[in-house]
Structures are given as structure tokens and as C-alpha cells.
């Protein structure tokens, strides 16, 4: 199968990352709207989207797309697709819907027509009367948005940002997707130190050690489409032998350092990172942010500290943001990256910041204040 139709989705504000992400891995874009990245690739494509992009959420095959007004339109629509190219007879294939400016605004009654259409289909195909569905799962995804519906098969399973290392939690992670993409836009050097002072359990400073190693996200997890049968034997295993080989072993230790003042949050950050394979150079430390201190130079700083949201939690958090402000200000030479919700967050830092950009993390809207530093001097 030379050309396929792929769609990669991301959180708001991500899309820029995605698009580059998949040009660096070669395929084609072929549009970028508002959390969905549209390329075109192969069969290998959708192993290679899937075991490579670190700040998308989900890998879409796009089956098809089309006007609807009405029911009668979408049945038809969904009907005429090539569904049995893509599912077998055993086919699990569970529909969601989502309706957005449409005038076939009740999802349960568009889910319910969209999958009698998929099911007629089927019969057609394989001359059934009815489907067991015991088979690999395809889940199917109807997108209506101003009367145009897109049809989609879930490639991914678990969302990506699952990447298999985090089995621990602490409270108020960063996801993994938004971490790797904090990380993309500070432009750090996997040369240059890094270092998060509220590193929870480890999630920022992972994402940056599995990039300084050029280790594919995806590869300590499974896929629903590895289960497919209409991949030959070496399409997913070819991918994952790509992805092994691309990881570099010599990558200097102990240049990325975390600290926090909760020794669990440590503890489950050193774990963590031995999921994730990365140990071996990242240090972590226990310690109060007012104990922070670096006499280096030339380094980063990206974070993700409280954000103050709960009762009693305020005052305390601007009077950290203060202390923050206080004591990044004198690193002249450092460049840092603050994610945070708090709306006063320069104000109470004391210094604009070069650039900020709106991300949502965990659903909730931030600011991630972006604070250049300047360039090492060249040898």
C-alpha cells in the first residue's frame, strides 16, 4: 500500500511541533488545522508516527471525508467507504462520534449510524449476517464539524503520551507530550546543563534525556495497530529495529539534574527515569528550592512549578514565584522556561519574558514563559 491518508492529533498549541516532528521523519503534510495534523505516508508511516512522535497524542488512518445534513448523508457516506480493506471479519470496531457546529448535533444517534453503515458494508463484503467483533481492535472515530464528516481509525490505542516508564504519580503531573514539547521549544542542547528545581516525578527532565539519547518514545509500549492483520510480518518490527538502533549509547552523564523537596517525588522520579532507560544520565536530589544554587554557566532551566489553584495555596505560590524571580534573574547567562496558569506570574517574577506561548496542560490553560539567555561563546 504505496499512499495512505494519516492524521496526527495534538493538544492546543502543539500543532507546530507535530508538523515538524513528521517532516523530520520525511512525510508529506498535507494540512494543519486546529489539533489535527493531515500527512500521507505508508503502512511503515503509521509504526514510525507511532513509535516516534513525542508531542502528538494520536495517529489517525483517515478512511474517508464527506458532506452530511443529515443522517440519510452520513449512512451513505459511511457505507460507500472501503471498510473491509481495512478490518477483517473479527473486527472489534467500537464508534465514538464528536459534533461540533453541525446539524446533526445528537452523537449517540450519529455513532448508532455510523456503525450500522460499517456493519452493512461488512455484510456486503463478507457475506455475513452478523460479527463476532473477538478480533484486533479498530476503534472508529466520526468527526463532525460544520456539516463535513471525517472518518477515522484509531492507530494508536492509548493515547501517546502513555509512554510505558510512568507507572507512579505525584500531585499535578505534567503530561508527557506537553513535557517533550516544553523541551522542544526551549531549544536545548543536549551539551548545554539542564536543570528543572521542581521536578516532581522526573517527567520534564525524562522527555529531555530521552532526546539527548535519540530514544524513540514509543518504544517501551504497544499499539492497537500491531495487532492488524493487513501489516505483513516486518512492517512494526522493522520500525522498532529502526527506533533500537537509532538510540546512541555515549551521551554525557549527569549534564540533566532535578531537584524537589519531596523525597517521594524523588524516589519515584529515580524509578522513573530507570523505566524510561535513562538513568544513567540524569541526577536527582533532594532539596528545598530555597537551597537552589548553581555556580555554572551557560545553562537551561525548564519547570513546571505550583501554580497556587487550591484554597490556602495562593499566597504561598506568589511568594515562590517572587524567591524564583529573585534568584533566576541573577543567572545571567542561563536561559529558563516556566509553565504556569497563574495570570500575574511576570508581574510577581519581576521580568517579562522573551516570548510565551498558551499550552494546556492536563486540560487546564497556561502560559509557558519562555526567558532567553545568550549563546556560549564559540571556541
Known amino acids: 500500500m504505496d499512499k495512505i491518508e494519516l492524521m496526527a492529533t495534538s493538544t492546543f498549541g502543539m500543532e507546530a511541533l507535530v508538523k515538524k516532528e513528521i517532516n523530520d521523519l520525511g512525510y508529506k503534510i498535507k494540512e494543519v488545522k486546529n489539533g489535527r495534523i493531515t500527512f500521507e505516508g ?3 508511516a503509521i509504526a514510525r508516527a507511532n513509535l516516534w512522535l513525542r508531542t502528538a497524542e494520536r495517529v489517525l488512518l483517515k478512511i474517508g471525508d464527506f458532506k452530511a445534513r443529515d443522517f440519510d ?9 472501503n471498510w473491509p480493506q481495512w478490518l477483517p471479519e473479527n473486527a472489534e470496531f467500537p464508534v465514538s462520534a464528536k459534533s461540533i457546529d453541525s446539524k446533526l448535533s445528537s452523537v449517540p444517534t450519529c455513532q448508532s449510524v455510523t456503525k450500522k453503515a460499517v456493519v452493512d458494508r461488512m455484510k456486503a463484503e463478507y457475506q455475513r449476517d452478523w460479527f463476532d467483533e473477538d478480533g484486533p481492535l479498530y476503534p472508529i472515530e466520526l468527526a463532525l464539524y460544520k456539516d463535513r464528516a ?8 492509548t493515547g501517546l503520551h502513555k509512554r510505558g516508564y510512568r507507572e507512579l504519580s505525584v500531585k499535578a503531573p505534567i503530561q508527557e507530550t506537553i513535557a517533550a514539547g516544553m523541551v522542544y521549544l526551549s531549544r536545548w542542547d543536549k551539551d548545554r546543563i539542564l536543570i528543572d528545581p521542581f521536578c516532581g516525578s522526573g517527567t520534564i527532565l525524562i522527555e529531555a534525556a530521552m ?11 504497544k499499539f492497537n495497530s500491531e495487532k492488524w492483520p493487513i ?4 512492517e512494526w518490527p522493522r520500525a522498532r529495529v529502526e527506533a533500537k538502533k537509532a538510540k546512541k549509547i555515549n551521551v554525557e552523564p549527569r549534564l540533566i539534574m532535578g531537584y524537589d523537596q519531596d523525597s517521594e517525588a524523588i524516589s519515584i522520579a529515580r524509578y522513573h527515569a530507570k523505566q524510561a532507560g535513562v538513568e544513567d544520565i540524569i541526577h536527582f536530589q533532594e532539596q528545598k528550592f530555597k537551597d537552589f544554587s548553581t555556580n555554572r554557566k551557560y545553562g537551561y532551566i525548564i519547570t513546571n512549578p505550583p501554580y497556587g489553584e487550591r484554597m490556602g495555596e495562593k499566597e504561598e505560590v506568589e511568594e515562590l514565584y517572587r524567591e524564583m524571580g529573585e534568584k533566576f534573574r541573577k543567572l545571567e547567562t542561563w536561559s529558563y522556561y516556566i509553565i504556569t496558569s497563574h495570570s500575574k506570574f511576570e508581574e510577581l517574577f519581576g521580568k517579562e519574558a522573551s516570548k510565551r506561548r498558551k499550552l494546556y496542560n492536563g486540560g487546564v490553560e497556561t502560559q509557558y514563559y519562555q526567558y532567553y539567555g545568550p549563546w556560549p561563546p564559540k571556541n
Not at 448523508?73 to 467507504?81: D, P
Not at 471525517?150 to 490505542?157: A, E, F, N
Open 42 to 44: 505508508d503502512l511503515q
Open 73 to 81: 448523508q452520513l449512512y451513505e457516506g459511511v457505507r460507500s467507504l
Open 150 to 157: 471525517i472518518l477515522t481509525i484509531d492507530t494508536s490505542g
Open 211 to 221: 532526546m539527548a539519547k535519540n530514544q524513540a518514545p514509543g518504544l517501551k509500549r
Open 231 to 234: 501489516f505483513n510480518d516486518f
